[in-house]
């Protein structure tokens, strides 16, 4: 019994140049096809933001802090918040999130205990899985004396 490469073999040895030319654009065209339709099944990630923090929403030790989900994805969000530092290195322990399933658009977090007079920084973000997302951009405030 043949296999599928000596069947086609056999049949490109029968046929002349120009219809060579033709089963190898046509088998060129099919590949490019199933390749495309594989990458639609491709994780898509979700697209945040940071908004700036107003000047109202900020105490001596708290902040009302806002992000924005602009896209889902595809991919399962587990978890979405505002991750807060004093610097521009984040640590994911100061969170402060929802673990509801999310929509699109303007979320706000109440962030408490913070020490007075203190820069801070912070940025939107999603868990999936064991992996966060974050938006590209983060903003910072200072809170009140």
């Not at 001596?60 to 889902?72: D, N, R, V």
């Not at 978890?79 to 521009?88: A, P």
């Not at 109440?110 to 940025?123: A, D, I, Q, R, S």
């Amino acid at each position: 019994m043949k296999n599928a490469y000596q069947k086609l073999t056999d049949l490109f040895s029968t046929m002349r140049p120009g219809e060579k030319l033709i089963m190898a654009i046509y088998i060129v065209l099919t590949l490019t096809l199933s390749l495309t339709t594989c990458t639609e099944d491709s994780e898509i990630l979700p697209k945040l933001n940071t908004l700036e923090v107003i000047d109202t929403d900020v105490t001596s030790t708290t902040a009302t802090l806002k992000g924005e989900i602009l896209s889902l994805g595809n991919m399962k969000i587990i978890e979405y918040g505002i991750e807060y530092s004093k610097s521009t290195i984040f640590s994911p322990s100061l969170t402060k999130g929802f673990a509801t399933a999310p929509v699109t658009g303007v979320y706000q977090v109440e962030v408490t205990n913070l020490e007075p007079n203190t820069l801070y920084y912070y940025k939107a973000y999603v868990l999936i899985n064991t992996a966060n997302v974050y938006s590209p951009n983060y903003a910072h405030f200072t809170t009140k004396q």
